[in-house]
């Protein structure tokens, strides 16, 4: 995995990005929105097309973006087209839509729906394929990117730049490897909330008040997560012992949490996700 495409130049400011045509106004859409705004790309440079009225009136009332109920003609001038519908929906509007635009960049944040098939669907190359998770909502995600040989260098640079928007980014060289990355970073995040449920309702079955036991669960993640990217060098194991001392409490704690194989059972989790994303994908 690589966190930029590989030997190329910079990529554009933001502010640079040409007019960006979001396919889907949900949650994933909104983030990078916002992100892209946040960045300094002019709201008039983004339209988003929605068939909800609903969604429609709330781009354009919080973000302050175009919403149309449908691509027509006159969005021909769209330079990226971002892909931020459910999978099921995929192949009816791209094959409706492709028509509207110029030729533009595809951008899927869309899980399962293949290069191959997109490009089939929307009769062009030119597709990049993205999955972003819902960190991307407060700028914190984190986003692989797969492109096919076909795709050019400046269009790999268009789509890394949007992903900077949102966090973090990264390359992956096969695309069979997004099924991993979703596995990890994508449903990443409900593992997390996961432990910190379980953190949070043993720190109020103990006796601390509710709020209290979410603090120190969402600080000891994150000031974990810090010092583990502060220390990128060092092993994660190196950094566990760190805290394990002999006889003591976190030793307590891990030999239970070895006992009965919560490490092997969580990556047999990770694997049952990775088969999820191939068989979505259908490969």
């Known amino acids: 995995m690589q966190t930029a495409a590989p030997n190329a130049p910079a990529p554009p400011t933001i502010a640079a990005l040409p007019m960006t045509t ?19 790309l002019p709201a008039a440079r ?9 969604t429609r009136q709330r781009v354009q009332q919080e973000l302050g973006v175009q919403g ?11 330079g990226i087209v971002v892909w931020a519908i459910k999978p099921q929906y995929m192949a009816q509007a791209a094959t409706a839509a492709r028509a509207a635009w110029n030729d533009p960049l595809h951008i899927s944040v869309a899980a399962g729906v293949t290069c191959g098939t997109l490009s089939d669907w929307l009769s062009t ?3 990049v394929r993205t999955m972003p998770n819902t960190p ?10 797969y492109a096919p040989p076909a795709v050019s260098m400046p269009d790999r640079l268009l789509a890394q730049a949007m992903a900077s928007a949102i966090g973090a980014h990264a390359w992956v060289d096969k695309e069979s490897d997004l099924d991993v990355v979703t596995a990890i970073s994508g449903s990443g995040p ?59 409490t976190t030793q307590a704690a891990i030999e239970v949490l070895e ?3 919560v490490g092997a059972d969580f990556q047999a989790a990770m694997r049952a996700a990775q088969a999820r994303a191939r068989e979505l994908g259908g490969n």
């Open 22 to 40: 979001f396919m889907g106004g949900g949650n994933m859409a909104t983030a990078i929105i916002r992100g892209l705004l946040r960045d300094g």
């Open 46 to 54: 983004i339209q988003v097309i929605d068939p909800d009225e609903a």
């Open 68 to 78: 149309h109920e449908s691509p027509s003609a006159s969005q021909r001038s769209s």
């Open 125 to 127: 190359p030119r597709v």
């Open 136 to 145: 991307a909502l407060v700028g914190q995600g984190m986003t692989g990117l």
């Open 190 to 248: 409900a593992y997390v909330f996961y432990f910190l449920e379980a953190m949070e309702a043993y720190g109020a079955q103990a006796g601390l008040a509710p709020a209290l036991a979410r603090k120190l669960a969402l600080e000891t993640f994150a000031g974990a997560a810090a010092l583990a990217r502060h220390r990128d060098g060092q092993a994660l194991a190196d950094l566990r012992q760190m805290v394990t001392s002999k006889g003591g």
């Open 259 to 261: 006992d009965r194989h």
